[in-house]
């Protein structure tokens, strides 16, 4: 027998091996393989040799076939496979050689390739049906030392070779389109092993290789990797019927592929405020791009400036993403939908990328095949919890929504044109039954849209919400804007434009112009029984809705076991017209249906898979009551609840037209529906509840009896909606209202701390005796940086200033960073880490000060949880942490009292190129003087050596006493304080510390001037002081004042551009006013760390604007001329 016949023969059996092994679900028809949950992992280092990560990757993908073995330690997605329970193994983390001498024995041989050309995808395909690894030649030995036999040598052989020769080996349903000459051949090879994926490249999309790879694909094919170019490699695959994953520079998927998630299921969080229509306001949503590149997803683009910035739990704002990764690396999409953050400040809702289960042009895609690729992504979309679809398609097509839109898990499409940066269709909304296909009207996109004239169109657009024109879909090009860009553009808009997430911008269009009674609910409440009779509860939950087929298992096998269980759906539905409505229930075995009291069907003693229906007439908007039992006895098990009308077409009722009431909660202000602390209670964060708000909570009108209130917090009652009427304040417990019982309509929580401690202050920890500190000492400085115990030592990072912010409410900023505490990510769970990070004047950034004797607890706003150390902790270096209060000792703290921080922005510093400031380059305000340049340069425009610069400003000693000033540069420096030279050491040296001693008065603010020259090679320039009370230490932006110079740039390269905008009086203690060359201009004020401290007034030139309820000291002021973003700086006396 042939060696290609029995390749094709293993692979068969593998195949069939593999279904018997089967333990990650996947979706009916799902085209991506899978093998075994791995019990442990050989975790492998990056620092292999590029060679040996080429054979490397199909090592893992052969193996894998089996059962994963094998996993790179890349992308954090160690801890995510950590987190399921699975041991991972370093044995061989560097050691290459021994890792395949392992496998050795597991494997047929290796294919000779050369490490970066067309033979290494030649290579990479074959060993994925040959059982055996691809080595480039000059690792060889290796595979040769391990025992292995070579199979074939491919030096010579391109992907046409492969195709004509062993084309019948490969995979019919996924292909990897790969470039292969370049850094890409490191990434991807596991998945194309694994799979049995052919991997090639061709320069063409539509050339000779690829349309023959092409029409050997069966239809709904699925490429990974990337092609030459994005549109007509898209245009292609669709026009094959074929979809891609962007996943080129993808690591381990071979692996992550078979580990299921933590969780059964995926949910997405639930909205903590009502829906709500607004009249009169222009309605914004913003969506950030590109999340169907499945290899960003994988983790390379997991940072602070995209998917992990902390500021996205202050804005409502939409992400795509892969509804396939939750079956691609589901651990991974278990990850993004935990990170999707919903807070009282925003709301982050996952919607599928473009277009749907993989990137394809639906104008592009055979229309009968289309159905098929849609009925497939439904199943998705259920499996992945997604509601909406962003399409990308073709300038020219027609746009016809209804293959997505007839899919009962599909509520709507984000639909935007390739062209046109997305907005081709220009905010045009399609309907189809009822579900409305949205197109983008604006974008935020490199230089062709910034956050500043964006806002001024969205100030000027139409506000008539039932109008198509009073909606705006906003794609967030996410290579060149993100989280930040959108925050921007939101602080600049008017209070006649409102900014929502997806799914309430989905329900306001499908309400206020569909006319359509869209529900807000939340699934219903589901009982699960031990037998078939509701023999006895095991558990509850809250099921979004009635769509399950559990197969020959249960909903829960532990608690139910697989046969003999029964479940009670119950709460209301909702309607969305007036018409007779048909109600189907598909299961196996007993169901009995019940709405508004009267019984649809009654099957409840019946045996083996059947459908039963039943009609009654419903008042769109009306909830009726519903009841669904169901009861299972042998072999499969499944339920599924479906309605239909002349209007409404037959699909599973969706979640927001079935209500429950949610489960009982507690927390530091917790309401109850009866007096003495009885029946259903919620807790309440701090926020305004309206009635919508406070339904959403489980309590319907007049339904509140009593409150359980910690300390540190205050209610305030309404007797009417929307804070209304006669109103009660209460801060302690209440058994009952008496005759506020029933009473209540609406209600603020609000924070009731100590109002008198704005001040500055170091916490000294009374369980420990230690101090907060941040970590890092002096040099700490960035943000994300945790706050942890550590001994008293009198530094600028063991100093925190309280700023109150009303109602015993305090921001906690460090001395010597300038940033303030915040409870990381927004995080809700105990053990949360406290860091710190920029003030954005966020939730997560706000504490209450509440007094406990002569101490203080500090009650993170958001979540209600004081700061404690980690674990009642009394070790240095233990982390502070947020927990329930419960009363522990390491939550109290002593506010040690300390000298007063400044409140300056740093040093002008004027840099020039010439060691004798012999051109001027540009002007800036610099924190404070802390730098290493290396052998590069300070700034754009001036050159790397020989250059020269100058700080100017004023320091200010938080104590009275003798100074020591200390300087270490490389190269010379001169320093001078209230005009003495205290430091002259002009010359060419380095590592040197220089010092000079002078007295200074505490608060009082001192000219300083520094001057520094670079001669040549390394280059840095550090500022300390010290005193008797102040500890050595760089000295801080808080102490150092800026001379108030307006930021210039003059480079040579630099085109001239005269700015005819002036700003004056500058400085000023009043009225400032602007001069420019345009009707009129927004303008917004900064202080030096970034926060808006003024809001956004519109002036036209030399119209007054008053600043003088500013703080003294140096402030930005931004500012849109003609379209053209303008800075400047001046000072407030």
Known sequence: MNRKLIYSILAGISSVLCVAAQTVPRVEGSPYPFSAVPDRLFLTSENYAPSEIIALQTLMGVIAKDKPEILRDIYGHRGL???????????????????????????????????????????????????AVAIPADIEQTAISAGLEKLLDVRDKDESWALANYGDLFSTTIASYQQSSDDRVYHLGDYSAFTGAFQFWDDSPSGTLANNVYSR??????????????????????????????????????????????????????????????PDVHTVCFVISDGDNVQWLLGSHDSPTSWNNPNRARVNLGWTISPALAELAPVVYEKYVDNCLTTSEGRNVLIAGPSGRGYHLPGRYPDADLEAESELLNRYMKKADLRIVNIIDADDSDNDPSAYLRQDNIDALFYYSYGANYTGRQGEIDW??????????????????????????????????????????????????????????????????????????????????????????????????????RNELRYSQTDANVDFDWGTGSPDVEKLGTDQFSVKWSGQVQPLYDEEYTFYVQSDDGVRLTVNGEVL???YDSRGAQTGSGTITLAAGEKYDILLEYAEDSDDAFCHLEWESISQMREIVPKGQLYSRPDSSKGPVTFYEKCGFKGFHAELPIGEYKLADLELRGFREKEIAALKIARGYKAVLYEED??????????????????????????KVMADGDTELEGTYSLKNINSGLFMDVRGGLGGVSDGVNVQLWHENNQANQTFNLEHMGNGVYTITVYHSAKCLDVEQSGLDDGTN????????????????????????????????????????????????????????????????????????????????????????FSRTDPSIDFDWGEGSPGTGVDVDDYS???????????????????????????????????????????????????????????????????????????????????????????????????????EKAEEKEDATILYPNPSSGDLRLQFDSEKTEVAIYNMAGRKVMPVKTVRPDEAVDVSSLKSGQYIIRFYVNGEEKTKHFIKD
């Open 601 to 603: 069907m009654d099957a």
């Open 81 to 131: 496979v950590e987190n399921t329970g699975i041991t991972v193994d370093d044995t061989y983390y560097t050691d290459f050689p021994a890792l395949l001498e392992h496998f050795a024995g597991r494997l047929d041989g290796y294919i000779l390739c050369n490490p970066k050309d067309r033979s290494t995808n030649v290579a990479i395909s074959l060993a994925g049906v040959m059982n």
């Open 722 to 747: 929307n804070f209304g009427g006669a109103s009660k304040e209460i801060n302690t417990n209440r058994g009952c209202f008496g005759n506020w019982k029933n009473k209540v309509s609406s209600l």
């Open 949 to 1051: 610069i100058r700080w100017n400003g004023k320091v200010e000693p938080r104590y009275s006493g003798e100074y020591t000033f200390y300087i270490t540069s490389d190269n010379g420096r001169r320093l001078w304080i209230d005009g003495e030279l205290i430091i002259d050491a002009w010359i060419d040296d380095w590592d040197v510390e220089y010092f000079g001693t002078i007295t200074l008065e505490a608060g009082q603010k001192y000219d300083i001037r520094l001057e520094y020259f670079e001669n040549y090679g390394g280059a840095n320039c550090r500022l300390r002081w010290s005193s008797d009370s102040q500890p050595k230490e760089i000295i801080p932006r808080n102490q150092l004042y800026a001379s108030g110079q307006t930021i210039i740039v003059q480079t």
């Open 217 to 278: 694909m069966d239809k709904g094919a699925t490429y990974f990797g990337w092609g030459p170019q994005e549109y007509e490699t898209v245009e292609q695959l669709s026009l094959n019927s074929a979809v891609i994953h962007p996943s080129d520079w993808g690591p381990n998927m071979s692996t992550l592929t078979n580990i299921p998630a933590t969780k059964e299921t995926f949910r997405q969080k639930e909205p903590v405020k009502a829906f709500e229509v607004v």
């Open 834 to 921: 406290i860091s710190q990070r920029t003030n954005y004047e966020a939730r997560n950034q706000q504490f209450i000060a509440v007094r406990e004797g002569g101490n203080y607890k500090f009650i993170a706003v958001h979540s209600g949880k004081v700061i404690a150390a980690e674990d009642e902790s009394t070790s240095s270096e233990a982390s502070v942490v947020q927990y329930t209060d419960t009363g522990q000792a390491s939550a109290k703290w002593e506010l040690v009292s300390a000298p007063a921080v400044g409140n300056g922005d740093g040093l002008t510093g004027d840099y020039y190129n010439g060691m004798e400031f012999d051109t001027f380059v």
């Open 432 to 533: 189809y039954n009822g579900k409305p296909s949205i197109g983008g009207r604006y974008t935020l996109w490199g230089t062709l849209s910034s956050p500043g004239p964006l806002a001024e169109q969205l100030n000027q657009a139409s506000t008539d919400i039932y109008s198509e024109d009073g909606y705006s879909l906003i794609p967030v090009h996410v290579w060149s804007r993100g989280v930040d860009d959108v925050l921007e553009c939101i602080e600049n808009l008017g209070p006649n434009v409102r900014v929502v997430a997806p799914d309430e911008f989905v329900w306001l269009i499908r309400k206020n112009l569909g006319g359509l009674q869209v529900g807000t609910g939340n699934g219903l409440r589901a009982d699960y029984y031990d037998g078939y009779n």
